[in-house]
């Protein structure tokens, strides 16, 4: 096959990899280098661009609304990220018995997964009013005041941590269930003869054997965690008083509010380098562990 | 699979499974509710979950307030145009990185793999600015083409071609049919599973995109659902029935797909990794 003339080899090329190489550089590698370029200036899209090096670091840095935003991403992780893997593995655990209709369960905890966050966003936005929302309902009716949830500093972000929970966790069930999937049933049935306890057979086979999925969770949610816009665009707009506002949301209100395009790129670049940072460090600590077991 | 009698730890993880049902699908419930209520019958406590007097007025406002069929139809053409171009273009790509020689092509590709440790809102801005100076605000093709290529659809097909078996394509190679011919009449056919299930990342992201056309589209016939809803959210604050209206509108469509292709969504979801 490899037998093609020169010259037939290159007219396939511009038919097959042409139009995916011009799109893949007109929309991600060249707008990649403008904006690592862009974020060493000062521009607002009007006069003239200036070179201001890497003032747009040192202000970002220095910056509270970035450090409120870093902040907020940080108490966002906190509850995001134990709660989505505890209940979504406790969830693909469940699904895992070999029950009739379990299927059926699967695709009704996977349809927050496949609905656009912007509706997502409405209906919680709803169920999580203060007066008249469902869960203050709920909660009333086990004699428990609710809070005002996003109208309070301190209880919008528990409101978007549990809407994203919600929306997340038939997405990390399903892949702790293939994970599941993977584990030899010979081993769990050796354990059964030892006389072990469905608890001890948790923690000394499965949790250990789940280990690379449960990487690959952490780190998938790790950095969706740093990518956080559209709940909170659409259920508090980052307030009140900036208690949800992310990254992402300064980003865009910089570029698309103040026309501050250099920062905005900086801040996008401080983003990208956290996101770098976490992969990296997921990535070391899975060699250790990797070498360490074996 | 053998059907065995259940145990009574069975019943307990029924019973825990369908209390976590009821959670997963009350908000939607809350919403189909909230979206035929009146005004008034939002505000009633304690909240009525079948209302009392149900009621379409609120479809009718939510359609009279902003132009939902146009973001409906602009939502349908944008996903699905991208996703056939980024099936077509991914193919064509993963096509050519498995099956032709040339020099530079190790380096080439490895640049694709790179954009993917790059989070899209890095592009945001330049790519805002490229369609500013192409005057392409408020266009399908700024809607539609940056989701029309992508490293990751590349990669899909350019290992799935890898491990294909060349017999076939050498059989018509011996007949005189150059790459192009290949891919088009034999290609496409056998990489229809990888295709598939790159389809379906495609149009799930496309159809559920909002950051970017929000960036994009300030003229409401050129909105998409998800740009719409927020729109109307942003009008609308406190009407909720007319926003659950709006967001009944918005999810309908993509559970109707879901409905019919949902093994295929899960299964194509879990083995990418992606959501």
Not at chain 1, 21 to 39: H, Q, R
Not at chain 1, 184 to 198: F, Q, T, V
Request: overall charge positive; proline content about 5%.
């Amino acid at each position: 096959m490899d037998g093609v003339t020169g010259r037939g080899k290159y007219v396939a090329l511009a038919v097959l990899l042409l139009p995916s190489l011009a799109g893949m550089s007109l929309f991600y590698i060249l707008p990649v280098i403008s904006s690592f370029v862009l974020s060493f200036s000062k521009w607002d899209l009007l006069t003239p661009v200036q070179w201001i090096g890497i003032g747009n670091y040192v202000a970002a840095v220095q910056d509270p609304t970035v450090q409120q935003a870093l902040r907020n991403t940080l108490f966002f992780i906190a509850g995001y990220l134990p709660a989505v893997v505890a209940i979504g593995l406790g969830l693909a655990l469940l699904l895992n018995h070999k029950l009739p209709g379990r299927t059926i369960f699967r695709a009704i905890y996977f349809v927050p997964v496949v609905t656009s966050w912007v509706a997502v966003s409405l209906v919680w936005k709803w169920l999580l009013n203060p007066q008249y929302g469902l869960i203050n309902f709920g909660l009333s009716l086990l004699g428990i005041k609710g809070p005002g949830w996003l109208f309070d500093p301190n209880w919008a972000m528990p409101g978007v941590i549990l809407t994203t929970v919600w929306k997340d966790i038939g997405f990390v069930a399903v892949i702790y269930l293939a994970g599941l999937q993977e584990i030899p049933e010979n081993l769990g049935e050796a354990a059964d003869i030892d006389g072990a306890s469905a608890w001890q057979r948790f923690w000394t086979i499965t949790w250990p054997m789940l280990a690379p999925t449960t990487f690959f969770v952490t780190t998938i949610s790790l950095i969706s965690s740093f990518q956080v816009f559209d709940q909170v665009f659409i259920m508090t707009g980052g307030g009140p008083v900036g208690a949800t506002t992310t990254m992402v949301q300064l980003i865009y209100k910089n570029a698309f509010s103040y026309s501050q395009m250099g920062y905005a790129s900086a801040i996008s670049w401080i983003l990208f380098a956290l996101i770098f940072a976490i992969t990296l460090a997921q990535n070391l600590l899975q060699k250790r562990l990797d070498r360490s077991n074996g | 699979m053998a059907s065995r009698s259940l145990r009574p730890a069975d019943y307990v993880i029924y019973a825990v499974l369908l209390f976590g049902v009821l959670i997963m699908l009350l908000p939607f419930v809350w919403m189909v509710s909230t979206s035929l209520k009146t005004g008034e019958a939002t505000f009633v406590t304690p909240p009525q979950l079948i209302p009392a007097s149900p009621t379409t007025a609120n479809f009718e406002r939510a359609f009279g307030a902003v132009p939902m069929g146009k973001f409906l139809v602009n939502s349908i053409f944008v996903s699905v145009t991208s996703t056939v171009l980024m099936v077509l273009n991914c193919a064509m790509a993963g096509y050519a990185f498995a099956r032709i020689k040339f020099p530079g092509r190790d380096i080439l590709f490895y640049a694709y793999l790179a954009t993917l440790m790059i989070p899209q809102q890095v592009t945001l801005v330049p790519l805002f600015v490229l369609m500013t100076w192409l005057d392409w605000g408020n266009t399908y093709q700024a809607l539609i083409l940056p989701s029309s290529f992508g490293a990751f659809g590349t990669f899909l097909l350019r290992q799935f071609y890898l491990r294909l078996p060349r017999e076939v394509e050498e059989a018509a190679f011996m007949d005189g049919a150059g790459y192009v011919r290949i891919f088009f009449t034999i290609g496409l056919q056998l990489a229809r599973p990888a295709l598939a299930t790159l389809a379906v990342f495609a149009f799930l992201a496309s159809w559920n995109s909002f950051l970017w056309p929000l960036i994009i589209t300030s003229n409401q016939a050129m909105m998409t659902l998800p740009v719409g809803l927020s729109f109307l959210n942003g009008r609308y604050t406190t009407d909720w029935s007319v926003l659950m209206a709006g967001a009944v509108i918005g999810t309908v469509p993509i559970i109707a797909v879901y409905v019919f292709a949902q093994k295929f969504i899960i299964q194509g979801l879990a083995t990418t990794g992606l959501k």
